[in-house]
């Protein structure tokens, strides 16, 4: 008879942990970029000019929580995917100077604190504080951005802020100053995540 | 258009034109085949900063001058024969051509290589193309044959001065001189 009551009670244990796993499982959510709705952007500065490029290839993942709020964001970029519109110009970033992708095949942003501006049913601004690892380096940066839902499995995130080259060592020896090709580097991004619950 | 009078000279501002854009050329071609072999760094980005400069200015004159010479009145041309008047009346065609070509070529490759840029640091360049891979390819392989012909046809063209100035002795290069 004891033995009995054990066993229910073993057993009542055990499916009520299966079952706030479960639980937990299709209310905190994951979500993956969508390589053919997402753009990630750059403008850099020539003679204060401004010349475009973007990467190609790139990832986004983030993790909400039950009450679909941000909790975290990861992004991989593909530094050799970048492309400034110009053959030249690609291999020309490409080199230890600049990118150096060749020891540095990538750009990984982790996010250590999401910060929540403004957040209503479907909307929401975020501060995504966290390191970006570039070329090597590690950096604190702040990445301001909006989360739009676009139907229940499918949002948009999108944002834009500035990054000053020198302090990735982008752009070094007779490149360092300023003066023609611009410190500040824009970076624009437009992602389109999609629910990726199993 | 331009009237053949029978004036002993070039009026002074063709005479301008003509010197400033013999002398902007001189700067131009050297300074394009230096530019073009120096790797990549802020030295050959100015350098082409430069050549596209000096380019463009030569478009400017060389419109100016198309102008001029199409509304004045210019002197007859010193030929002996019909066939040497033929020929000069095409080779200077063909330089004004060029003198057109490249440029226009030039500022395609600019354009189509997606390099913006501030002529003499100061104006900026509109784009007349897109950033295009094979339209950047084929207005180099214009402005390659351009600047090769204009060559040519510079050697033909000073040739011919000297010719007329010490062999035959007339006055067609002390006509285009001050």
């Known amino acids: 008879m004891l033995l009995m009551k054990m066993r229910e009670k ?3 244990i055990l499916m009520a942990l299966f079952g706030t796993l479960i ?34 290839r790139f990832s986004v993942a983030a993790n909400t929580d039950q009450a679909t709020q941000l909790t975290q964001l990861d992004v991989r970029v593909f530094i050799s995917s970048a492309d400034m519109g110009s053959s030249e110009i690609n291999q020309a970033i490409q080199t230890t100077d600049w990118f150096n992708s060749g020891d ?35 950096n604190s940066i702040a990445v301001p951005l909006s989360w739009k839902n676009n139907g229940s499995d499918q949002v948009v995130i999108a944002g834009e802020l500035t990054l000053d080259r020198s302090d990735f060592g982008i752009g070094i020896g007779d490149w360092a100053s300023g003066e023609q090709i611009g410190l500040a580097v824009r970076v624009s991004f437009a992602v389109q995540l999609d629910r990726t619950n199993e | 258009m331009a009237k053949k009078g029978d004036l002993d000279e ?30 990549l ?30 509304r004045s ?36 490759i600019s ?37 090769i012909s204009l060559i040519c046809i510079l050697i033909v063209h000073i040739g011919a001065a000297l010719r007329h100035h010490i062999l035959l002795k007339d006055d067609a290069l002390k006509r285009m001189w001050f």
């Open chain 1, 10 to 12: 073993c057993l009542a």
């Open chain 1, 23 to 56: 639980y937990q499982s299709v209310l905190a959510d994951s979500w993956q970029s969508s390589a053919l709705s997402s753009d990630l952007e750059f403008i850099a500065s020539y003679q204060g000019l401004p010349i475009n490029g973007r990467f190609n």
């Open chain 1, 104 to 138: 540095f095949s990538e750009a990984i942003f982790t996010s250590q604190h999401l910060e929540t501006v403004s957040r209503t049913e479907n909307n929401a601004e975020y501060i995504a504080h966290g390191e970006l690892q570039l070329k090597g380096l590690k």
């Open chain 2, 10 to 39: 070039w009026s002074w501002l063709s005479k301008l034109f003509h010197w400033v854009t013999a002398g902007l050329i001189f700067i131009q071609i050297p300074l394009g085949f230096y530019a073009k072999d120096l790797k």
């Open chain 2, 41 to 70: 760094s802020p030295l050959k980005i100015d350098m082409f900063i430069w050549h596209k400069s000096i380019g463009m200015l030569i478009l400017l004159v060389v419109i100016m001058r198309l102008l001029w010479r199409i």
């Open chain 2, 73 to 108: 009145t210019i002197p007859l041309p010193i030929a002996a024969t019909a066939i040497e008047k033929a020929l000069a009346t095409a080779a200077h065609a063909v330089l004004y051509g060029l003198m057109l070509a490249l440029p226009l070529s030039g500022w395609l």
């Open chain 2, 111 to 147: 354009s189509a290589a997606n390099f913006p840029v501030k002529l003499f640091w100061l104006i900026p360049l509109p784009a007349i193309s897109g950033p295009d891979e094979s339209v950047k390819l084929l207005a180099t392989e214009i402005h390659i044959a351009c600047v």
